[in-house]
């Protein structure tokens, strides 16, 4: 079993510019640093190498993805949109979603990140991947930019996968703390994948993400959304893997699992008000993994998407990382035992009526 690690100096540079957090500066709000800003990724690579982890992990080198790739799951018009505003140096693309000079080519080697990685995975060089990739993906849509993405990485590399490499059915479980909207949007009449999105119930995209966007046409049952209660913790996220994700994936058979990867669902990211912890994030990928095993070979595809807190999101990483890989570090999470003695930590009776729902409709799965 070998884990591939991929990842890139160059989606370090992608320029957010001087928001203040999410928001443009004004007369009216200071210029600051983006919430999405290189630290967190950079901070997380930085502990793979301190770890030693990095040692046991298969370097994958990423390229570019071409724009006829981009341009299996985005509009042409799209993609010219964010070439011409990365020529000229930089803006907003769209609501929320600012990038520099360069950032066209940035998110061409991000969505071409996660093509190499899927295709370390499928060719079987190794049994799963990791790509920290730059920018994120999830929320972008066809022909919009959204939410500090602007290419749908996992979507891309899906779609190469299935053109290219002959794979079929895919699941993709998205535990960032948004809504995978831009994922869903692209595969809603889909029956081929499977998208499940767990996420904080209304959080961003504004009305996006409940129950009832289950798909559609051929696509009808292919599309879940988990959306959890604030405050949601260890066991709400245990008990939606055990009673929809896994049960899920058993009746849909994926050839590949992809988990557009966001550790903002921790305790302490200022975006998002869950409270996992590492030892939280490497349980469900321990779930995820078994199940893996017994369905697909093992095969798992991790692309890297939210996650704000400098200081906690490495170790988030290195834990899902840990467990990938079956590689034990030296090291301690410090927050670990601190975040698990939270109150709320337990399964509360409202999150369980959320995951209970959503179970009643993993039977329309075929
Ligand atoms: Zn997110």
Redesign the pocket.
Same mark, same amino acid.
């Given at each position: 079993m070998a884990t591939g690690w991929l990842c890139h100096e160059l989606y370090m540079w992608h320029n957010t510019g001087n928001w203040a957090q999410v928001f443009p500066p004004g007369l009216t709000v200071q210029p600051g640093t983006h919430a999405e800003n290189p630290e967190t990724k950079r901070r997380f690579r930085n502990l793979v190498e301190v770890s030693g982890l990095l040692n046991h992990l298969v370097q994958i080198s990423p390229r570019p993805a071409t724009p006829d790739e981009i341009a299996r799951v985005h509009t042409r018009e799209h993609i010219a949109h964010i070439k011409a505003l990365s020529d000229a140096g930089g803006g907003d693309a769209s609501w929320l979603t600012p990038l520099g000079a360069g950032s066209y080519e940035i998110a061409l080697l991000a969505a071409g990140g996660a093509i190499a990685a899927g295709e370390g995975v499928v060719s079987g060089e190794v049994t799963n991947a990791y790509a920290l990739i730059r920018p994120?993906g999830?929320?972008a849509q066809p022909n919009l930019a959204m939410?500090f993405c602007l290419f749908s990485n996992a979507a891309v590399a899906i779609r190469h996968l299935q053109a290219r490499l002959g794979v079929g059915r895919v699941a993709t479980v998205d535990w =960032?703390?948004?809504h995978g909207n831009g994922t869903q949007a692209i595969f809603y009449e889909d029956p081929t994948v499977l998208t499940i999105s767990l996420?904080q119930e209304n959080l961003?995209p504004p009305n996006s993400g409940s129950i009832s966007e289950n798909g559609t046409g051929r696509g009808l049952g292919f599309n879940l959304n988990i959306p959890l209660p604030p405050g949601s913790g260890a066991a709400a996220y245990r008990a939606a893997f055990e009673r929809v994700v896994i049960p899920a994936l058993h009746r849909f058979k994926p050839e590949l699992i992809v988990v557009p990867s966001?550790f =903002?669902a921790s305790g302490v990211d200022p975006?998002?008000r869950m409270m996992l912890s590492s030892g939280a994030y490497r349980e469900l990928t321990h779930l995820l993994l078994s199940a893996a095993r017994e369905l697909c070979g093992g095969r798992i595809l991790m692309t890297h998407?939210?996650?704000?807190s400098e200081m906690y999101v490495p170790y988030c990483g290195v834990a899902v990382l840990e467990e990938l890989s079956g590689v034990k570090t030296h090291v301690d999470d410090p927050w670990q035992p601190l975040m698990m003695a939270w109150g709320g930590q337990d399964l509360q009776p409202h999150q369980s009526l959320v995951i209970d729902k959503v179970a009643a409709l993993v039977a329309r799965i075929s």
């Open positions: 994120p999830h929320h939410g =960032d703390v948004h996420h961003y966001g =903002d975006l998002g998407e939210g996650g704000y």
